[in-house]
C-alpha cells in the first residue's frame, strides 16, 4: 500500500522550507523590533483549559487526544451504549491538540504570573491544530504567529499591531493589504439598539460570514438563531457601510447613540483610525468594517483581519483584537489584553501566487570532499574537521564511488569547490582544490586551504 499523510497536512521540500523560514525571520524580526519576547507552550493542554474558549464552533474543531492505556475502562457503560460522544469523549479524552496561541498563552500568564513583568509583550511562532474541512489556505495543521500584550488598557498597542502588521507585510513585498478594523463594543451596541443583546454571540457568528456566504444566508442564519425579522431590517443598513472611514464612523455614531457601550465602541475606533491617520502606513490600507465580527468569544475591543491585496483569492491573511477578561477564565482579574496573528501558511500561498519570492540559497556545504577510499577518506576527514573549526560548511562525499558521480553530485547541489585527495597529495601532505565555477584547480597546504575556503 502506498503511504500517505493526513488530510490537511503537508510535507515541505528543502526550498519550501527555506521560504518558509524567510517569511518567519522577517516577522520575528518585526517582533523584536517592535519589542516583543519570545516564548513556547505545548502543543497540547488539558481539555479543560481549551473547551468552552472558542463556542460551539470552535470546540467541534478541536483535536481530542484519547488517554493512554485502557482509554474506555472509565467510560461510563450506558453512555457508550447510548453512544452519546460528547459526554464519552470527556471520560476517554483529557487532553487536546491547541487549536490556537492565545488561550494558551492566557494559561501561562496566570500560571506564570509572579515571574511576568507588565506589561507583557510576547511573541509566539508555533505549529496549531484544527479539525476543518481541508481546502485552498486551509489546513488541520498550520503555523500561527502571534503577537500579544497584556497588562495595558492604552489604545496605543492596537496603534503599533497596525503599524506591526504594515511593516511585515512591507518587507515581504505585499504591497495593498487592506487591514480591517471593527470593535466588540459597537456589535454588541448594534444588538442592543435592534433589542437583539441576549443573542449577541448568533448575531456576530453570522455577521462575520457575510463575505463568505451573502446577504441572504447571513439573514437567514440570524432567522434561525431567533432573530427577529425587525432586528434584522434594522441592520440592513450595516450591509451595504461603503463610505470613508470618517463616514463610516459618523453613520455608526449616529445609530448607536442610544447605546453607552456602542458609542464608547465607536470612539475607541475613531482614536485608532485619527492616529494612524497621522502616523502613515508603508503599503496597507486601514478599512473600517463594521461587519467583522471574528466569531470568538473571547474579544470585547477592537477587532483586526487582514485581507491580501485585491486579485488574490484568499480568505484573511492575520486576524485578532483585544480580550480585556481572558486570563479572568483562568482566574485572573483585570488583566487586559491584545494581540494578533500572522497565518503563515496564507502568507506562503499569496507570496507564491504573486512571485514575490526571492531566489532562496539552500543550505549547502562549500566545499565536497571527493572519497577514493578508506585511507583518502581519513585524511580528507582530518581536513575537514579543521575547516568547521574556521565555520567553513564543508562535507565528505560518503561513498568511493565513481568519480563523475561524485561531481554530478557537486554540480546538482551547486557547490562551489571540490577538494581532490590521492596518494600523491597524501605523499606531499597537500589537497588539490578545484573551484566548480570557473575551473581552476591549484594544490595546497591545510593553512592555505582555510585561507581559500574561507575568504
Known amino acids: 500500500m502506498k503511504p500517505s499523510i493526513p488530510k490537511g497536512t503537508r510535507d515541505f521540500s528543502p526550498t519550501e522550507v527555506a521560504n518558509r523560514t524567510y517569511i518567519m525571520n522577517t516577522i520575528k524580526t518585526a517582533f523584536e523590533t517592535f519589542g516583543f519576547q519570545p516564548i ?13 474558549k472558542y463556542g460551539d464552533e470552535g470546540d467541534r474543531l478541536i483535536f481530542k487526544i484519547l488517554n493512554s492505556g485502557d482509554y474506555l475502562s472509565k467510560a461510563d457503560d450506558k453512555l457508550l451504549a447510548e453512544k452519546d460522544s460528547l459526554k464519552v469523549t470527556s471520560q476517554i479524552s483529557e487532553k487536546a491538540l491547541r487549536y490556537d496561541l492565545t488561550v494558551p498563552f492566557a494559561r501561562y500568564v496566570v500560571q506564570h504570573q509572579n515571574e511576568i513583568t507588565f506589561p507583557f509583550k510576547r511573541y509566539q511562532i508555533q505549529p496549531v491544530w484544527r479539525a476543518d474541512r481541508p481546502q485552498k489556505g486551509r489546513f488541520r495543521e498550520f503555523f500561527q504567529c ?4 497584556v497588562g495595558s488598557k492604552s489604545l496605543w498597542q492596537e496603534v503599533e499591531f497596525i503599524k506591526l502588521y504594515d511593516t511585515v507585510f512591507s518587507q515581504l513585498g505585499l504591497v495593498g493589504t487592506t487591514i480591517k478594523i471593527n470593535n466588540r463594543k459597537i456589535l454588541s451596541g448594534i444588538a442592543e439598539v435592534i433589542g437583539a443583546q441576549d443573542k449577541l454571540i448568533d448575531f456576530t457568528v453570522a455577521l462575520d460570514k457575510l463575505d463568505k456566504i451573502g446577504k441572504e444566508k447571513v439573514e437567514t442564519e440570524m432567522l434561525s438563531k431567533g432573530i427577529t425579522k425587525e432586528a434584522i431590517q434594522k441592520v440592513q443598513p450595516l450591509f451595504s457601510f461603503d463610505g470613508t472611514n470618517e463616514e463610516n464612523l459618523d453613520a455608526l455614531a449616529n445609530m448607536l447613540q442610544t447605546s453607552e457601550e456602542g ?29 467583522l465580527a471574528r466569531g470568538l468569544n473571547y474579544y470585547t475591543g477592537a477587532i483586526f483581519e487582514v485581507a491580501a491585496p485585491k486579485g488574490v483569492k484568499m480568505g484573511s491573511i492575520g486576524g485578532g483584537g483585544r480580550y480585556d477578561d481572558l486570563t479572568g477564565i483562568f482566574g485572573l482579574k483585570d488583566v487586559s489584553g491584545v494581540g494578533i496573528s500572522f497565518g503563515l501558511d496564507r502568507i506562503y500561498l499569496v507570496l507564491e ?7 532562496v540559497n539552500l543550505p549547502k556545504p562549500k566545499v565536497v570532499f571527493v572519497n ?4 583518502e577518506a581519513l585524511y580528507c576527514m582530518k581536513a575537514i574537521s579543521e575547516l568547521r573549526k574556521h565555520n567553513i560548511k564543508s562535507e565528505l562525499f560518503p561513498d568511493a564511488a565513481k568519480m563523475k558521480k ?7 547541489r551547486e557547490i562551489e569547490f571540490v577538494v581532490l585527495v590521492g596518494s600523491r597529495e597524501i605523499e606531499n601532505n597537500e589537497f588539490t582544490l578545484k573551484n566548480m565555477i ?8 591545510l593553512l592555505e586551504l582555510v585561507n581559500q575556503l574561507d575568504k
Open 146 to 149: 502571534d503577537a500579544d500584550v
Open 263 to 291: 458609542s464608547k465602541g465607536v470612539e475607541e475606533l475613531r482614536f485608532v483610525i485619527n492616529s494612524i491617520t497621522e502616523l502613515g502606513l508603508q503599503s496597507a490600507n486601514l478599512e473600517v468594517d463594521v461587519t
Open 406 to 412: 561524485q561531481m554530478n553530485y557537486a554540480n546538482k
Open 372 to 375: 577514493f577510499g578508506e585511507t
Open 353 to 359: 501566487e504573486l512571485g514575490l519570492f526571492k531566489s
Open 40 to 52: 513556547e507552550t505545548p502543543s497540547f493542554e488539558n481539555s479543560s483549559t481549551l473547551m468552552g
Open 438 to 445: 570557473s575551473g581552476e584547480q591549484i594544490n595546497c597546504s
